[in-house]
Every structure is written in C-alpha cells, then in structure tokens.
C-alpha cells in the first residue's frame, strides 16, 4: 500500500515508520523540508536505537529507511496513497482545513484517517463531500512499541471504513479497539482522568513526581507513569485535551495550575528538555526544579 503521513512531529514520525516496517511505502509531509528531513532523521535513530537493542536487524532498518520519503508539496504525498493519516496539531479548524485538501487531491477510494487523541470526529470529518470515509486512528506515544490502536468511529463512517481502518491497523501488527466518537474517545479520556489526578498530588504536595509515578508502575504494573507520561505526550498536548474535555464533559477536567504554568514557562516536556522532569537525549536526568517549588502552590 501507499501510506501518506501528514505532520512530521512525534506521532507523525511513529507512524510513518510503523507503516514503513510493516511493508507500506510511506511519504512523510511537512509544512518546512526542515520538518521533514528532521522527522525522517528521528526515525534514523530510533530504528538505530532497535538494532542496538537487537530488537531491528540491520536489513529491517535498511529497508524501512528505503520505503520512506518526505515532501513539503501535500498533492506529492496524497495522490497516489491508500490510506492518508494526517498528525498535525490538536486544531479543529486546522484538520478541517486538512481534510478538505486531501479530499481535493486523492481518489474516492483513499481512507482519510485523523490521529486526534480528542476531538470530535464528525465534526472534522463533516467538512468532506463524502465524509464516510473518513475514520479516527488514535496511535499511542512512542508508536513502534504501544500496541493499540484506537479506531473511533465518526456518525459519518460506513461499515467498509471501520473495516478497511482496521485491516490497516492489524497489517501494521497493531490492536485495533474501536470506540463511538464521543468527547476523549475512551483512552484519553481515561489516561487524562489520572494524569490530571496526579498533576493534583505534586500541586497539593502528596508526593514526588517519582514516588507517584512508581505508585503506578509498582503498584499497578503500569509501563510508565502518569507524570512520565505526561512529560512525554506533552505538557502543552495534555493541557489542550483537558481544555476541551472541561468544555465537553464539566469541571472534573479543569487543568490543573501548576499544568499551566508549566506550559507559560515552556516547559513542555521531553521534547523541550523539561517538564515535571528533566530531560536528555530523551532520558530522565533529574526532577524538574520548579515542580518542587511549585508543590502546595494549590489551584
């Protein structure tokens, strides 16, 4: 299949090579050739990081690297595709926008997909002239190793959508669930549920960022935890969910204000080098400063 792979950032960049090892040729476009070249150089390295780990063999490696390419032009990297999974920011109007120039350049056949962790399906898809092809395919950070995927599926959708979404899902060896569109689908709404929770407890003082993290991960058998996987996600991508959610769903998701500080100072994260924690070359290296001295600054 031809896969097109519109948003060069993180999920665009787990994508694009999950598709891309799985056998797709992938064109991955940005809106700077910056973006794209850097997004293809972040896929170099963690298929790097797999052959180090032998998790990858070096011919894997190779030949997904081979079946990748990326663009700035959205015609280049729509026309010929089977499936189109755009991965740009969490804007309505902006994947509206999206959507509609897809529609214009690709045959009635392609399989529109957003990878929206929130937002309204129908509302994105209603744009489209023939909006029952377009689906939600909500990947999971970091994609090559989260197994699920998340089919969320529009009023618009037909039967032969969800089942081509999920013929998809499962040939790039992934879960599919599928959910109704409704605010925060299942998984954010719950993953958000207890990142907001535990955003609350560093706020409050009841515990380090690493003593709530390991609370989950040991006491729980988590992967990560809720602050770990904050840092991750992103500080600013958790904030715009639970914006929206309040708005949906009522106060019970009012972002925490230390979460807003946070974002105020820039301190997204893993990929600004801090969030809750201190990151390099994507690893923990120390607690975030300012976390301590924000504990007990209240809402």
């Known amino acids: 299949m031809h896969v097109a792979v519109l948003g060069a950032g993180t999920m665009g960049q787990g994508i694009a090579q999950v598709a891309a090892q799985a056998g797709h040729d992938v064109v991955v476009r940005d809106i700077e050739s910056e973006y794209v070249a850097d997004g293809i150089d972040e896929i170099e390295s963690t298929l790097a990081a797999g052959v180090e780990r032998e998790k990858v063999t070096p011919d894997a490696k190779s030949a997904t690297l081979d079946r990748l390419s990326g663009t700035t032009d959205l015609e280049t990297a729509v026309a010929d595709a089977n499936v189109v999974v755009e991965a740009v920011p969490e804007d309505v109007e902006l994947k509206q926008e999206t959507f509609t120039s897809i529609e214009d350049v690709t045959g009635s056949e392609t399989l529109i997909a957003s990878n929206t962790s929130a937002l309204s399906l129908t509302e994105i898809a209603s744009v489209l002239e023939r909006p029952e092809r377009a689906i939600g ?66 706020e409050t003082g009841v515990a380090s960022p690493r003593d709530v993290d390991q609370a989950m991960t040991l006491g729980y058998n988590h992967p990560m935890g809720p602050i770990e996987l904050t840092d991750i996600v992103g500080l ?9 959610l309040r708005e949906e769903l009522g106060e019970r998701f009012k972002p925490p204000q230390l979460l807003k500080q946070k974002v ?36």
Do not use: C
């Open 236 to 244: 600013d991508v958790r904030l715009d969910i639970l914006e929206h």
């Open 264 to 299: 105020r100072a820039g301190k997204l994260g893993r990929k600004t080098g801090e969030g809750f924690y201190v990151w390099e070359d994507g690893e923990i290296v120390g607690v975030s400063g300012e976390t301590t001295n924000s504990v007990g600054a209240g809402q």
């Open 137 to 202: 395919l909500h990947f999971f950070n970091p994609v090559h190793l989260m197994a699920l995927v998340e089919i969320v599926v529009p009023e618009q959708a037909t039967d032969e959508t969800v089942e081509a979404a999920r013929e998809f899902v499962e040939g790039i060896e992934k879960t599919p669930i599928t959910v109704r569109d409704s605010p925060g689908f299942a998984s954010s709404r719950l993953g958000v549920a207890l990142g907001v929770e535990a955003i609350r407890m560093l």
